[in-house]
């Protein structure tokens, strides 16, 4: 004897089609930072009071340079970060990312850096200095063809800095 396979319960109602128009709008939440969008590599969750963190690369004594100045290593535990990172052993106690190769080849590894804010806004300071004063110079046409700038030959600057609002 055969047995019967077939189900008698009725079928499920079909799905209802609807217009776009007529479906309710599906809201779509995303974790910060977003999936697949553009990061920054060397991007720090949350802040030191009284510090500027900064990235410096292991290359060149930049990292020694930056320690005599006043710069301070950051430890993990100072910012956060992610529970599953697991440290490097030579750098167990610090902040760094690997940011490519050094001109040997070895590998390069930026550390995070924390200066106080009054030594970070005089090294501000001397690094625009120069900068303001081309900028005066600029301002005050004093700018010379012999100064040391690439100026092409028969070419001059005359630069109107006096904006009037018309």
């Known amino acids: ?18 217009r776009e ?20 590599k060397l991007a720090v969750a949350g802040t030191i009071p009284g510090y500027h963190l900064y990235f410096e690369n292991d290359d060149e004594g930049a990292i020694e340079q930056l320690l005599y100045e006043g710069f301070e290593f950051v430890t993990p535990d100072e910012v ?13 106690n610090r902040v760094s990312r690997y940011v490519g190769k050094k001109a040997d080849g070895s ?13 970070w806004a005089e090294r501000e300071a001397d690094r ?17 063809p012999d100064s040391g700038r690439y100026m092409p030959k028969g070419v001059s600057i005359n630069l109107n800095t006096q904006f009037t609002k018309e």
């Open 80 to 92: 956060q970060m992610a529970s599953h990172i697991v440290a490097d052993a030579d750098t167990a």
């Open 21 to 40: 128009s007529q479906r309710p709008a599906a809201t779509r939440t995303r974790p910060a930072g977003g999936f697949g969008g553009p990061r920054l």
């Open 107 to 119: 590998p390069m590894r930026a550390f995070l850096l924390k200066c106080p804010d009054e030594i």
């Open 128 to 144: 625009n200095a120069q900068a303001d004063e081309w900028d005066s110079a600029i301002r005050n046409g004093q700018i010379q």
């Open 1 to 18: 004897m055969a047995q019967d396979t077939r189900n008698d319960a009725a079928p499920a109602p079909a799905a209802a089609v609807r």
